[in-house]
């Protein structure tokens, strides 16, 4: 019970340990359990909360102005990383971006769609135009 008092104690003194510990908790979420739902904006947002109350940035005395500025910067990140973060260009296009595919029948020739398999799933595809690499060999 006294461990339980202290800790309390402590996150009523410096908050900013609060907002790092769910910033942490967070990100674990985001790669282990709701991966691409955005829980990545809402870690940015607490840990940019922890930063400021760190440094004194903002004065944030209330629980709920502490949650006001979390939410502020969760939107502002989401502002500034989500057009590196959504898919750009054809809205057909899903990034594979390491995930192995097996080549179809045909050669998959740069600046031309071909077709790969990639877990038991047809699907068209393209070579990254920014890369050297020509063609891919079927198969």
């Known amino acids: 019970m ?3 008092l202290s800790l309390k104690a402590s996150i009523a003194r410096d908050p900013a340990k609060l907002w790092m510990a769910i910033s ?5 979420v985001e790669f282990f ?3 691409e739902v955005g829980v990545f904006f809402l870690s940015m947002g607490a840990l940019s909360t922890s930063i400021a109350l760190h440094f004194h940035w903002l ?3 209330t629980a709920e102005s502490q949650i006001i500025a979390a939410l502020a910067f969760t939107f502002g990140w989401a502002l500034i990383l989500w057009g590196r973060v959504r898919m750009k260009g054809d809205k057909n296009y899903i990034s594979l971006v390491g995930v192995r595919a097996k080549v179809g029948k045909k050669p998959l020739k740069k600046g031309k769609i071909g077709n790969i398999d990639v877990s038991g799933t047809k699907m068209r595809a393209r070579i990254n135009p920014r890369l050297e690499l020509e063609e891919i060999e079927a198969g």
């Open 59 to 61: 004065n944030l005395p």
């Open 2 to 4: 006294d461990e339980l």
């Open 33 to 35: 359990i709701l991966s």
């Open 24 to 28: 942490v908790a967070l990100l674990l």
